[in-house]
Antibody, heavy 121, light 107 residues
Framework: EVQLVESGGGLVQPGGSLRLSCAAS????????MNWVRQAPGKGLEWVSY????????YYADSLKGRFTISRDNAKNSLYLQMNSLRAEDTAVYYC??????????????WGKGTTVTVSS | SSELTQDPAVSVALGQTVRITCQGD??????ASWYQQKPGQAPVLVIY???NRPSGIPDRFSGSNSGNTASLTITGAQAEDEADYYC??????????FGGGTKLTVL
């Protein structure tokens, strides 16, 4: 079964750091690009970051202003999101999602259940 | 980065047809993908590409595109289709963007 499982969420104080992980199984992780997407309480989906299969291409949402770093370890079938200088507005459920490409179309076909990050003192 | 605009809320009578739209400049270059999200659950891909449904998605879901507008149509809406729907696309810089979401109510 194709599966993504996020972990690493929790309660952190403003200004603190957290590292999220996403464990992939059921598919050849090293062949796929990946994304992080977040959703603040009661709000819509917000794309956070993208990493290509070889880590050669990385994109971030402008709103992150260099505070987050995406990475992956293909040997461990894992995706990561290092989050620094956390703010209250970073409070959200964080999802990892597999990236796919079709003709003139990019889409996310497999999603994890998410991990919750709460930034509060 | 570009933006995608969706109507915040749409309603449809049970068994009727509803169209949810998404507008943005990036849609002139890339097809939108559509995601259904029910309360407390992760998003689920329902439409991608020109008009493709992943395995397991009912054929009452379909997609279309014209200029800078993408549409998700549900023909014969069911009670279980009540959910939030989000469009997504890639923009010219390579980043991805979601629309603000449309809350679908099935009456």
């Amino acid at each position: 079964e194709v599966q993504l499982v996020e972990s690493g969420g929790g309660l952190v104080q403003p200004g603190g750091s957290l590292r999220l992980s996403c464990a992939a199984s059921g598919f050849t992780f090293s062949s796929y690009s990946m994304n992080w997407v977040r959703q603040a309480p009661g709000k819509g989906l917000e794309w956070v970051s993208y990493i290509s299969s070889s880590s050669s291409t990385i994109y971030y949402a402008d709103s992150l202003k260099g505070r987050f770093t995406i990475s992956r370890d293909n040997a461990k079938n894992s995706l990561y999101l290092q989050m620094n200088s956390l703010r209250a507005e970073d409070t959200a459920v964080y999802y990892c999602a597999r990236d796919r490409l079709a003709v003139a179309s990019y889409y996310m076909d497999v999603w994890g259940k998410g991990t919750t990050v709460t930034v509060s003192s | 980065s570009s933006e995608l605009t969706q109507d915040p809320a749409v309603s449809v009578a049970l068994g009727q047809t509803v169209r949810i739209t998404c507008q943005g400049d990036s849609l002139r270059s890339y097809y939108a993908s559509w995601y259904q999200q029910k309360p407390g659950q992760a998003p689920v891909l329902v439409i991608y590409g020109k008009n493709n449904r992943p395995s397991g998605i009912p054929d009452r879901f379909s997609g279309s595109n014209s200029g800078n507008t993408a549409s998700l149509t549900i023909t014969g809406a069911q009670a279980e289709d009540e959910a939030d729907y989000y469009c997504n696309s890639r923009d010219s810089s390579g980043t991805r963007v979601f629309g603000g979401g449309t809350k679908l109510t099935v009456l």
